[in-house]
């Protein structure tokens, strides 16, 4: 295939699941740049490049493993993942007296905002006393989505302290893809972390959490966040949301997870998630959330809808290290 009519017609998509790995947005384009200028003889020698390319940047992304048995290598990008977009394009470096946490936040440092719309994010930000601005950017993420803040998550602030945030602004067709699906794993990300209202469920809901016992909802219960606890659905959402990871002391980095649709098939016999999963009608949307370190297998989450698009069924396979 030639390596130009690859690029015109693929390029968006592997923006995004540059992305999706832990790319941020402003150094996606060049990191998938370079990964199609590595591989334009193979591109040129393949009849379906896709599998090879998108192999390809995960390794320059992840890494490669040194040897069998040894942990991937992360690619500096995922570093960044939390590092706002600043106006003039700088990147901020934060220090403390005491050595950073490792895996929370403390209340002097900016909160992550994974999970999070604008409004929800300014309501955080305010009541700890802090001057907050949005502005918007553009993404391929569902509209008015937190996708970054200046100062960046882990950053030192004190009450009074200015801070932007920046919420998604899609303005690309390609931006459309999964802008459903990806709708949906936000409004139950949301339901679980009390940010939204409850989307809508069918008059039965089957819940499988994992490896416990299959639970039944009527539509007046699954509504309510407390009948979920004995699922432990919502609570593993809740805790995915909230898991921050610092990869760089110097500047001071975190890095938080990220939502990724995938397809129903997609790891399938991996990471305890059966062959096949769990039965229903055709319309399914299964998302994972990737840790913020990126190890392990992530949380995945499979929605089963009825033909009035409720959910009827939602499947729950836990992280693991």
């Known amino acids: 295939m030639d390596p130009g009519e690859y690029r015109d017609a693929r390029w968006h998509s592997l923006l995004r699941a540059a992305e999706d790995l832990g790319v ?19 591109i040129r020698r393949a009849e379906d490049p896709d599998p090879l390319v998108r192999q390809a940047l995960t390794d320059a992304i992840l890494g490669t493993p040194d040897r069998p048995g040894t942990p991937r290598r992360r690619w500096p990008a995922v570093a960044a993942l939390a590092v706002a977009v600043a106006t003039a394009g700088t990147v901020i470096a934060l220090t403390r007296p005491d050595p950073p946490p490792v895996d929370h936040l403390d209340d002097d440092q900016m909160p992550s905002l994974f999970g999070y719309d604008g409004a929800a994010a300014s309501a955080l930000l305010e009541e700890r006393g802090l001057d907050v601005q949005q502005r918007p950017f553009r993404s391929c993420e569902v509209r008015d989505r937190v996708v970054a803040s200046a100062p960046a998550a882990g950053s030192t602030v004190d009450r009074g302290d200015q801070v ?10 390609s931006c459309l893809t999964d802008y459903g699906e990806r709708e949906l794993a936000w409004q139950l990300l ?3 972390n ?25 539509s007046t219960d699954a509504a309510d966040r407390d009948a979920w606890r004995g699922t432990a659905v919502l609570a593993a959402l809740r805790k995915a949301s909230s898991d921050v990871a610092l990869v760089q002391e110097h500047p001071l980095t975190y890095a938080v997870p990220a939502i990724r649709v995938v397809d129903v098939t997609d790891g399938l016999g991996e990471c305890g998630v059966p062959t096949p999963s769990v039965a229903g009608t055709a319309d399914v949307v299964a998302f994972i959330v990737r840790s913020a370190d990126r190890t392990g297998c992530p949380l995945r989450v499979e929605v089963y809808r009825d033909r009035d698009r409720r959910i009827e069924s939602v499947a729950l396979y836990p992280a693991s290290s």
């Open 24 to 42: 941020d947005a402003d150094q996606a384009p060049r990191l998938v740049d370079e990964v199609l200028g590595k591989q334009q003889r193979r």
């Open 164 to 173: 932007v945030i920046y919420t998604a602004l899609p303005a690309d067709v």
């Open 190 to 192: 949301d339901f679980a």
């Open 194 to 218: 009390g940010h939204g209202p409850a989307p809508a469920f069918a008059p039965r809901v089957w819940v499988y959490p994992g490896d416990g016992q299959a639970q039944v909802l009527v």
